[in-house]
Every structure is written in C-alpha cells, then in structure tokens.
C-alpha cells in the first residue's frame, strides 16, 4: 500500500510542475515547490483519507507552495518591470478615437467544450508564458490560485488599482493571444 501511494505521487510530478511552472514562470522554483509538494505528502499520507482525487489533494498542496514561494521571491527581489508605453500602445490600438472596438471581437463558438480539449489548453499554456512576469503572476494568483485582490497587492506590494491594470491587460492579452492562435484558426 505505502509503494502503491509513492508511486501514485510520483505519477503526478509532471502535472505538479506544469501547474507550478505556470504559478512561479521560473524552472528552478516551480522545482523546489514540486519538490516540497511531494516531501509534504509523503509526510502526510496517513492523513489523507482518500475523501478527493490524489490529483486534487496535491494540488491543494502545491497551490500553497507557490503562494509561499511568490511571497518570498517578492521579498528578496522585485520581479522586472514591464514596459508600460508598449503595452498601453498595443491595446489602445484596438479601439478607436470614440474608445469602440475597432474590430468587434469574434463570438466563442463551444466555450465548454474548447476548454476540455487538450489542445486548447496547451494554447492556453503558451499565451500566458507569452505574458509579462508580473501580469502572468498576478494573473495566475487571482484565477487560478483564486486570491482576493487585496492579498495579491499585500503579497507583491502593489496598489489595488496596479493590480486591476494588470489583471485587465492579462485578459486582454490572452484574449488576443486565444483569438489569434484558437478561435482564429
């Protein structure tokens, strides 16, 4: 029984690192929170009862992890900044001199179902590495990690209006980036 759970928890590493790769857009520590992911389960495996997907419990796990992870990196060093004219440029050039879509943006055809397939979530992936660090982070912790705006701005030091410019600009920029490499084709 106790090797049947290792090796269940071990099945999982790939997707573990994924997920947090995805969190913490840093290779070394989405490692370090995988790893620490994994020690804290096997460490804890007489209290998991079995009531979730293993999946499920561990992602809990790791969905911790990185929350940790991002406030300690944003005490040890801020993340670069972004070039805020660039990006300011690209999406005003979507509307026009009234502040109208330029280009009415296209209707989603089976959101439900494009999201069950792997292949729209492997586009997903791209366009949000394609985002600015702390957009994608911000991102990430607001949606997937589901944290409230303040802990966001209390984790990474930023104002509440910061934090919904760059939520805004993460949505639009995925909405392009998706309308572009998904529901474009």
Known sequence: MKTDFH????ALRPYLLRYASLQLRNREAAEDA????????????ASFEGR????????????????DAVRR??????????DADSAAAEFDAL??????????PKPWEDPDGALQQKQFLQVLE????GLPARTAQVFMLREHAGLETDEICEQLSI???????????????????????WFGK
């Not at 995988?34 to 495996?45: G, Y």
């Not at 509307?95 to 009415?104: L, N, P, V, Y």
């Not at 791209?126 to 590495?129: D, E, G, S």
Request: net charge positive; glycine share 2%.
């Open 52 to 67: 979730s997907n293993l999946r499920t419990w561990l992602t809990g796990i790791l969905k911790h992890k990185c929350i």
């Open 159 to 181: 104002t509440s209006n910061h934090c919904w410019v760059l939520l805004y600009r993460a949505r639009m920029a995925l909405r392009m980036c998706l309308e572009k490499n």
């Open 95 to 104: 509307f026009d001199e009234r502040d109208h879509w330029r280009e009415h």
């Open 126 to 129: 791209a366009c949000l590495a």
């Open 34 to 45: 995988v790893q620490e992911t994994l020690l804290a389960a096997l460490k804890a495996e």
């Open 7 to 10: 090796s269940q928890v071990e």
């Open 73 to 82: 990196a944003s005490r040890e060093s801020p993340l670069p900044g972004e």
